[in-house]
């Protein structure tokens, strides 16, 4: 999927707390994706994953805005289901001696693998180490 990006957890969360390290520049590049109409990609793991995270590090009131978000993004968010395949390729990284790293990301590689996508919206370093590149 040519100029897609996927977007990853730590991406969503920083886009609704304005108390997260990378809100500012979220904002800025969220905003860069709506003006050039960019194809945002996540998963429904990921959906799940940030709700709890957010729920979690920041209270309801924040994970119901993130809800609000996807609501109003419906058009630009493709949230597609991770397949049996892609958690069977997400193996492939998850055995790696690599320090935080998170089931759900070795799922989001694979399936960015499956669907060609080769940008990644998040503040992780995992995407880079897999051979994925930063839209920022």
């Given at each position: ?71 109003e993004s419906g058009d630009v ?60």
């Amino acid at each position: 999927m040519p100029d897609s990006v996927f977007i990853d957890t730590g991406f969503f969360k920083a886009l609704v707390d304005e108390d997260d390290d990378f809100y500012r520049k979220a904002v800025k590049t969220w905003q860069k994706f709506r003006k050039k109409e960019t194809v945002l990609i996540t998963s429904n793991f990921i959906i799940d994953e940030t709700l709890t995270v957010i729920r979690v590090k920041c209270r309801l009131e924040k994970a119901l805005k993130f809800r609000d978000l996807l609501a109003e993004s419906g058009d630009v968010i493709k949230i597609v289901r991770v397949t049996v395949a892609d958690e069977a390729g997400a193996w492939k990284w998850f055995v790696k001696d690599w320090r935080r790293l998170s089931f759900t990301d070795c799922v989001s590689m694979a399936l960015m693998e499956r669907l060609g996508v080769n940008m990644v919206a998040g503040f992780d370093q995992h995407f880079t180490r897999a051979g994925f590149k930063y839209a920022h």
